[in-house]
């Protein structure tokens, strides 16, 4: 079984410059987080999407991170413009689990991460 | 509140020894999950092991074992026979039931420094 894919796996730009981080989860799953990760601490929820609906954008800065998931497969997450506070490590993660459903053992499988320096 | 507290910030331990990494947890609901992931400095998320809310006996993973205790809401992972490979950051992670969406929560985790 393949992976969740990330892409790139590190980016370094300036402030109020605009970047964008791919993700392909693994086949079959149904839902898909973005975490920030900032050095030094847990991962912190950004998106979660049921297919390609939202199901909690609750702690995402929708006024400068943006996310899509087209087609309930792959997803975008974009920031424009960057702050100097967003320096963070961006996990892509999915799982079988269905909004609604007991999911229990359903694992949370992660990415290799998209390492943001904004200078 | 925090739904999941990882006390130990830094936790060092003698190669071939065993070592206690704690996390407790809140939550209202009575179905949920608890996991353990490790995350070397390379960063990759790697999920070590599950835990049932509703799972009588303590989980085991090779070297890894979950001490749950339900009454005081704690999930402490034990690794045995520690090995210099086991130098990492460890977080502790819940998810709870299905009303709240399968929402994942994580700790601020414990850096484990195995020593030779």
């Known amino acids: 079984e393949a992976g969740v894919a990330q892409s790139p796996r590190y980016k370094i730009i300036e402030k109020r410059q605009s970047v964008a981080f791919w993700c392909n989860p693994i086949s079959g799953h149904a839902t898909l987080y973005w975490y920030q990760q900032i050095l030094g601490q847990g991962p912190k929820l950004l998106i979660q999407?049921?297919?390609?609906?939202?199901?909690?954008d609750s702690q995402l800065p929708k006024d400068r991170f943006s996310a899509e998931r087209l087609k309930g497969v792959d997803s975008t997450l974009k920031i424009q413009p960057a702050k100097l506070e967003d320096s963070a490590v961006y996990l892509c993660a999915s799982s079988l689990a269905r909004y609604g459903t007991y999911s229990g053992a359903n694992v949370l499988t992660f990415g290799a991460g998209s390492r943001l320096t904004v200078l | 509140a925090q739904k999941i507290t990882q006390t130990q910030p830094g936790m060092f331990v003698q190669e071939k020894e065993a070592v206690t990494l704690d996390c407790t947890y809140d939550?209202?609901?009575?179905?949920?999950?608890l996991f353990w992931y490790k995350q070397p400095s390379s960063g990759e998320m790697i999920f070590l092991i599950y835990?049932?809310?509703?799972?009588?006996q303590n989980a085991t993973e090779g070297r890894y074992s979950l001490n749950f205790q339900k009454a005081r809401k704690s999930a402490n992972l034990v690794i045995s026979a520690s090995q210099l490979g086991d130098s990492a950051m460890y977080f502790c992670a819940m998810r709870e039931g299905p009303g709240t969406g399968n929402q994942f929560y994580f700790g601020t985790g414990t850096s484990l420094t195995v020593i030779p």
């Open positions: 939550t209202s609901d009575q179905s949920y999950g």
């Open positions: 999407f049921q297919n390609n609906g939202v199901v909690d």
């Open positions: 835990q049932g809310s509703y799972d009588e």
